[in-house]
C-alpha cells in the first residue's frame, strides 16, 4: 500500500516569509497529524484531525501556524510568518482510528525547513 | 506535557555488542510505543507495549514495559549496522502520544 506523502522534502526561506506544507495520508486513514521535529529532540505534536474536524491542536502557534484538512483526506500546514525557531522537520502521519485506541502511526518522509 | 526521557542520548558501539536504551517519566501512560527513525526519513513503529511488567521480543530486539507503566527499556543482543538510527519512545496519555527526547545509535562495522 502507499505511504504517507508530503512535499516538499525540503524548503528554504528567509523569516518572515510564508511556507506551505502538503499531506497526503494513508488511503481510508480517518486520522491525521502533524508533528514538529527540532533537530536532536523527539517530534511534538502540533494538530491531530479526525476525519476533516479538529481533535487537538492545543500545541499549534495559532499567531502564525494554520492547518486545515478540506474533504478529510489530504491537509496543509501554513506558517506566516515564519521565524529563525520554525526550523525543523514537519512530519505528517495518519493512523487508521484515533490515537486514543493506542494505534500505530504511520509517517511520511518529513518536509525539512530552514528559516534564514 | 508529559515528560519522556531517553538515556543515553548518543550511543556509539561496535557491531556484536549489546545495548540498552531507557525510557524513563513521572507520569502513567496507557501504552507506549518504540520507534526508530533513519536520517531523511519519518519514524518507523516497532512495538507497543500496553500491560504493566510486558516484555515483548523482536528477534534481537527486547522490550520491556515497567510494573507501573511510567518507563520502558529496548535491549539490542548482537547489534548491527542496520541497527544504526534515531530510536524514539512514545507514551500514549490521553488521545495523545507524548513523543521522547531520543536515542541516536550507532553501531560500527
Known amino acids: 500500500e502507499a505511504g504517507v506523502a508530503q512535499s516538499p522534502r525540503y524548503k528554504i526561506i528567509e523569516k518572515r516569509q510564508s511556507v506551505a506544507f502538503w499531506c497526503n495520508p494513508i488511503?481510508?486513514?480517518?486520522?491525521l497529524y502533524w508533528y514538529q521535529q527540532i533537530l536532536g529532540q523527539g517530534p511534538k505534536l502540533l494538530i491531530q484531525?479526525?476525519?476533516?474536524?479538529?481533535?487537538?491542536d492545543s500545541q499549534l502557534p495559532k499567531d502564525r501556524f494554520s492547518a486545515e484538512r478540506l474533504k478529510g483526506v489530504d491537509s496543509t500546514l501554513k506558517i506566516q510568518p515564519a521565524k529563525l525557531e520554525d526550523s525543523a522537520v514537519y512530519l505528517c502521519?495518519?493512523?487508521?482510528?484515533?490515537?486514543?485506541?493506542?494505534?500505530?502511526?504511520?509517517f511520511g518522509s518529513g518536509t525539512q525547513l530552514s528559516v534564514l | 506535557t508529559q515528560l519522556l526521557e531517553q538515556s543515553p542520548q548518543f550511543l556509539s558501539i561496535q557491531e556484536g555488542e549489546n545495548l540498552t536504551v531507557y525510557c524513563n517519566s513521572s507520569?502513567?501512560?496507557?501504552?507506549l510505543q518504540w520507534y526508530r527513525q533513519e536520517p531523511g526519513e519519518g519514524p518507523v513503529l516497532l512495538v507497543t507495549?500496553?500491560?504493566?511488567?510486558e516484555v515483548k521480543k523482536l528477534k534481537r530486539l527486547t522490550f520491556q514495559f515497567g510494573d507501573a507503566r511510567k518507563d520502558s527499556s529496548l535491549h539490542i543482543t548482537a547489534a548491527q549496522p542496520g541497527d544504526t538510527g534515531l530510536y524514539l519512545c512514545?507514551?500514549?496519555?490521553?488521545?495523545?502520544?507524548?513523543f521522547g527526547t531520543g536515542t541516536s545509535l550507532t553501531v560500527i562495522p
Open positions: 502521519a495518519s493512523s487508521l482510528l484515533p490515537t486514543g485506541w493506542g494505534e500505530k502511526l504511520f
Open positions: 488511503s481510508g486513514h480517518a486520522t
Open positions: 484531525f479526525q476525519n476533516n474536524g479538529v481533535v487537538d
Open positions: 507520569s502513567v501512560f496507557s501504552s
Open positions: 507495549v500496553v500491560t504493566g511488567g
Open positions: 512514545a507514551g500514549l496519555s490521553g488521545n495523545q502520544f507524548y
